[in-house]
């Protein structure tokens, strides 16, 4: 699945990275870092910090977070660095890579269709929302999926220094793999979708 040697001067997708922090949000129990004004007596104003990123506030937050793999989910295209080494779009995104379940592991087919990573054109194809990261010294020697259901990003001005952190780089036909995959887990239509009689969902009349 991966290279024998990662190329550590650029990002691609489908690139382990190490260290990374996944927040755990949870909206209702977010606490906001600022100040608190005591100018009036028995009252307590509190402001909280925050910059303009785009002329848009940014707040300060405190959350809960895992530290883990991560992949890299976003284009090789908009990976690509610019004039001054940078990555043009605001973000990286990421998915994280989580432990397969006690579930899965200890029932053989489902193991087993997890390990396929099928290709999910094929009607049957299971685990759409799911892509297997076999075992590899440099990921602690155990088995890992890549969830789409828990992705989240990174400013893109930590590239290049993000560099430092990428483990593994998988090989073009893992690669490919993953792009399908990824695309079917985020392209899936419901019935009332496909009965719509939408244009796009219609065969083309050149085919």
Request: glycine share 4%; hydrophobic share 40%; charged share 25%.
């Amino acid at each position: 699945m991966f290279l024998n040697d990662a190329d550590v001067t650029c990002l691609r997708q489908g690139d382990i990275l190490a260290n990374i922090p996944f927040p755990q949000i949870e909206t209702a129990k977010t606490n906001f870092l600022g100040s608190a004004s005591l100018e009036r007596v028995g009252e307590l104003a509190f402001n909280p910090h925050s910059v303009l990123v785009r002329k848009l506030p940014m707040y300060t937050c405190q959350v809960q977070a895992r530290i883990g793999f991560a992949v890299v989910v976003s284009q090789c295209c908009d990976l690509q660095p610019r004039e001054g080494n940078r990555i043009e779009p605001p973000t990286i995104a990421l998915a994280r890579l989580a432990p397969i379940p006690d579930s899965i592991i200890d029932d053989p087919q489902a193991l087993a269709d997890l390990r396929s990573n099928s290709d999910p054109r094929i009607p049957g194809a299971k685990f759409l929302s799911l892509f297997h990261v076999p075992a590899h010294a440099l990921l602690a020697d155990r088995e890992w999926m890549v969830d789409f259901g828990q992705v989240f990003s990174i400013p893109s001005r930590e590239f290049p220094t993000i560099l430092g952190r990428k483990v593994l780089q998988m090989d073009d036909d893992s690669r490919i793999r993953f792009k399908i995959r990824l695309s079917a887990s985020f392209a899936r239509f419901t019935d009332e979708e496909w009965a719509s009689g939408h244009p796009w969902l219609q065969p083309r009349e050149d085919e």
